[in-house]
């Protein structure tokens, strides 16, 4: 997969350096996948959520922390959008409700 905001992953990484491995590991394994759909992608990180409008929560180093991706199957491309603690992604999931 084409990565775009990889620059991103390298800010989270030094902000939050505990999940570096966590991230090193998803960022090796999503750039040699080829993905085409949702069912792919769990065949690879089976805890994946998708969250309407093309975007998937990953869940990063033992589920403490959550990478936010839009993913476009159709031109192989994973776009990083956020990264966040499971108890920031826990509110900013209530207050989208």
Not at 86 to 93: I, L, Q, R, V
Request: with cysteine.
């Amino acid at each position: 997969m084409e990565l775009v905001g990889k620059d991103n992953l390298k800010q989270f990484a030094k902000k939050y350096s505990n999940v570096r491995p966590g991230l090193d590991l998803w960022l090796t394994l999503t750039k040699t996948a080829q993905w085409k759909s949702l069912q792919d992608v769990k065949a690879t990180f089976p805890a994946t959520d998708y969250i309407p409008e093309n975007q998937y929560c990953f869940d990063i180093r033992g589920n403490n922390s959550r990478l936010l991706t839009a993913i476009s199957f159709q031109l192989g491309v994973v776009t990083v959008l956020d990264f966040m603690t499971h108890a920031d992604y826990d509110k900013k999931k209530l207050n989208s409700r």
